[in-house]
């Protein structure tokens, strides 16, 4: 297993082999997500009942072998864990990444030319991903009239429905992208609807201008345009962000826009409980 840290600072490659300047010599926090439950016991009654249960944050360690090189010294090392990144893992052709922090460094002793030292990431989400989002349009309207065409005959369609496969077993949240194709200044109703799990979100009387695009980002709870104007207040009193989400296997979402012009697309990750090593 090969491992590298990044951020806006740099990389550092942490090699499973004989490969490189950082050698693994162990690790730990890559499989299931560890929980936490709270249950009630009753004298009289066998095992316990659990009411509450959740994904914790994951913890990663590892100890390591670094051998002292010129070509990135540990001032560098340090300098780079200090800022939050990701860890990308990489096995057997599977890559995955997950948003962490360096929580703790401690450096041990020096043997010859290795520097031994151990270093613990906190991700405060769980989950692992691919490396690149899922992305898929939704909703737009297609031109059917290409080079020619003899009536009678229909001029365009909309395509507003599509089945997404959540391949993983872990819901996810995705962001969607409403782009406005119009010219007129106006005020519209677009509705994003999960037929699977009975849920929607819905915007009343957005104003749209041309050239607008309104990023609603379910994970982290907020509508706002690209300029960063908070939307929330146009989303209707049926439409809880919390509740939307792409349930493991097919999920039939569909959009309506009320004859406005626009196109409507999803990106999501696909999460993986475990670095799948």
Same mark, same amino acid.
Request: glycine share 8%.
């Given at each position: 297993?090969?491992?590298?840290?990044?951020?806006?600072?740099?990389?550092?490659? *942490? !090699?499973? @082999?004989?490969?490189?300047?950082?050698?693994?010599?162990?690790?730990?926090?890559?499989?299931?997500?560890?929980?936490?439950?709270?249950?009630?016991? *009753?004298?009289?009654?066998?095992?316990? /009942?659990?009411?509450?249960?959740?994904?914790?944050?994951?913890?990663?360690?590892? @100890?390591? &072998?670094? =051998?002292?090189?010129?070509?990135?010294?540990?001032?560098?090392?340090?300098?780079?864990?200090?800022?939050?990144?990701?860890?990308?893992?990489?096995?057997?052709?599977?890559?995955?990444?997950?948003?962490?922090?360096?929580?703790?460094?401690?450096?041990? =002793?020096?043997?010859?030319?290795?520097?031994?030292?151990?270093?613990?990431?906190?991700? &405060?989400?769980?989950?692992?991903?691919? %490396?690149?989002?899922?992305?898929?349009? %939704?909703?737009?309207? %297609?031109?059917?009239?290409?080079?020619? *065409?003899?009536?009678?005959?229909?001029? !365009?369609?909309?395509?507003?429905?599509?089945?997404?496969?959540?391949?993983?077993?872990?819901?996810?949240?995705?962001?969607?992208?409403?782009?406005?194709?119009?010219?007129?200044?106006?005020?519209?109703?677009?509705?994003?609807?999960?037929?699977?799990?009975?849920?929607?979100?819905?915007?009343?009387?957005?104003?749209?201008?041309?050239?607008? =695009?309104?990023?609603? &980002?379910?994970?982290?709870?907020?509508?706002?345009?690209?300029?960063?104007?908070?939307?929330? !207040?146009?989303?209707?009193?049926?439409?809880?962000?919390?509740?939307?989400? %792409?349930?493991?296997?097919?999920?039939?979402?569909? $959009? /309506? $826009?009320?004859?406005?012009?626009?196109?409507?697309?999803?990106?999501?990750?696909?999460?993986?409980?475990?670095?799948?090593?």
């Amino acid at each position: 297993m090969d491992i590298i840290y990044r951020n806006s600072e740099g990389e550092i490659s *942490f !090699s499973g @082999s004989s490969k490189g300047y950082i050698h693994i010599t162990g690790i730990e926090g890559t499989g299931l997500i560890e929980k936490e439950r709270k249950s009630y016991n *009753f004298a009289t009654i066998p095992g316990q /009942s659990t009411y509450y249960e959740k994904d914790r944050e994951r913890v990663i360690t590892m @100890s390591c &072998d670094y =051998e002292i090189n010129p070509e990135i010294s540990m001032e560098e090392i340090i300098r780079i864990l200090y800022h939050k990144g990701e860890l990308i893992l990489s096995h057997n052709g599977v890559e995955r990444k997950i948003p962490c922090y360096c929580e703790e460094l401690k450096m041990g =002793e020096t043997i010859g030319k290795y520097r031994v030292f151990a270093v613990q990431f906190i991700c &405060d989400s769980p989950y692992f991903t691919n %490396l690149e989002k899922t992305y898929l349009p %939704l909703f737009d309207t %297609l031109k059917n009239i290409k080079n020619g *065409f003899t009536l009678p005959t229909v001029l !365009s369609q909309r395509e507003n429905t599509r089945i997404i496969d959540n391949v993983s077993y872990i819901s996810t949240c995705p962001t969607v992208y409403i782009f406005y194709k119009g010219k007129e200044e106006i005020e519209g109703n677009i509705t994003l609807t999960n037929s699977t799990t009975a849920t929607e979100i819905a915007l009343s009387e957005v104003p749209l201008k041309k050239g607008d =695009e309104i990023v609603i &980002d379910i994970g982290k709870r907020t509508v706002k345009r690209r300029d960063g104007e908070n939307l929330l !207040s146009y989303l209707t009193d049926t439409s809880f962000l919390y509740n939307f989400s %792409l349930i493991p296997g097919e999920n039939v979402v569909s $959009a /309506s $826009a009320d004859n406005i012009d626009i196109s409507l697309s999803i990106e999501y990750d696909i999460l993986f409980g475990e670095a799948g090593m």
